[in-house]
């Protein structure tokens, strides 16, 4: 697996990675973790440019409030256990 780019973002680390014929867009925040993969042979050629193209505001948003959900549905967990 090779880093393609970084991304900055003010919220979470956004990592681009290729492996197989397939990007892995990672994204990072403290000790979460969110990733998707798409197959090559699925864009229309634009490689790496076109996985940042579907990075839009409002992925991005909903990325934020699934990392809002998971630390809390995390930390809920972990109180239960207490």
């Given amino acids: ?3 393609v780019a970084e991304l900055p973002h003010p919220n979470f680390k956004i990592t681009l990675f290729s492996m197989n014929q397939k990007y892995i867009v990672k ?3 403290g000790q979460l973790e969110q990733s998707y993969k798409l197959a090559e042979l699925d864009l229309m050629g634009g ?3 076109e ?4 990075l839009d505001e409002e992925f991005l948003n909903t990325v934020t409030a699934r990392f809002k959900t998971m630390r809390s549905d995390f ?3 972990y ?3 207490q």
Avoid: C, S, Y
């Fill in 1 to 3: 697996m090779r880093i």
């Fill in 27 to 29: 994204f990072e925040q």
């Fill in 47 to 49: 490689g790496a440019n």
């Fill in 51 to 54: 996985v940042f193209q579907m």
């Fill in 75 to 77: 930390n809920a967990a």
């Fill in 79 to 81: 109180q239960r256990q």
